[in-house]
């Protein structure tokens, strides 16, 4: 029979429950690899890839406007004249402010 209290043997459960315990907390907070820096590279991961596909929308709807511009003279005037108050000779151009 195995005597219940042995402190040979707790010492030696003790010993290897607490090294069991400082490997998780090491290999959980403290190492290169540990689960809290995954976890944060994940986040950031996650993070960079959404705004990554938000770039690429606005870079899409970009080269569509630059295609219709190079493809459509009458939209290239448009702008020319809206946005930076272009005219063609001889031409008046009245801008009309509204009141407040």
Not at 18 to 44: N, P
Not at 67 to 93: F, H, S, T, W
Request: charge should be negative.
């Amino acid at each position: 029979m195995k005597p219940v209290f042995n402190p040979l043997q707790w010492k030696s459960r003790f010993l290897l429950f607490l090294l069991a315990g400082f490997v998780l907390i090491w290999i959980g907070f403290f190492d290169d690899h540990s689960l809290l820096t995954r976890y944060q590279l994940q986040k950031q991961y996650s993070d960079l890839k959404q705004q990554t596909e938000l770039l690429q929308a606005e870079t899409k709807i970009l080269e569509e406007k630059i295609e219709a511009l190079e493809n459509d003279p009458a939209q290239l005037e448009r702008i020319a004249r809206e946005e930076y108050g272009m005219r063609r000779p001889g031409e008046v151009i009245y801008e009309f402010r509204e009141r407040r």
